[in-house]
């Protein structure tokens, strides 16, 4: 369930890495609501628009590099114990079946797009995302 999820792009996955926050609070926001204050968390592909993220110090859009580091070596790791046999649904629902290692060779693909020059979030997809 988890996997599914993951790499699943309208939740976590994204052309150029994991999300740190579901896709699915662009249409669906958390709303916290406690006496009379309301707090509402949404998916914010840019800049921040509030003040819970630290303003603009702190939210540089949803994909971290040290979240996806930690997430492509698992992958890794997963992929040495479970082997080539043990293969997940890259994209969720797609019919595509890859093992961990291949998981993790597209999601550190999708990551380096976003330091290659000239290519920016938004312009370009991958050829195969997982």
């Known amino acids: 369930m988890l996997l599914r999820r993951m790499l699943d792009p309208d939740e976590f996955l994204s052309d150029y890495g994991v999300r740190a926050l ?3 609070y662009l249409e669906h926001p958390y709303v916290f ?3 009379t204050q309301r707090s ?4 914010t592909p840019g800049e ?3 003040g819970l993220f630290g303003g ?3 939210w540089r859009g949803p994909i971290w590099m040290p979240v996806n580091y930690l997430i492509i070596e698992s992958r890794r790791r997963f992929h040495r114990y479970y082997g080539d ?3 997940v649904g890259c994209l969720a629902g797609s019919g595509r079946y890859l093992n961990l290692g291949d998981v993790a060779a597209e999601l550190s693909r999708g990551l380096s797009g976003l330091f290659l ?3 920016r979030p938004g312009i370009r997809r991958l050829a195969a995302p997982c």
């Open 22 to 24: 579901s896709r699915h």
């Open 48 to 50: 921040s628009d509030s």
């Open 85 to 87: 046999e043990f293969r």
């Open 56 to 58: 603009n110090s702190n």
């Open 117 to 119: 020059l000239g290519r």
């Open 33 to 35: 609501e406690w006496g």
């Open 40 to 43: 509402q968390v949404t998916y």
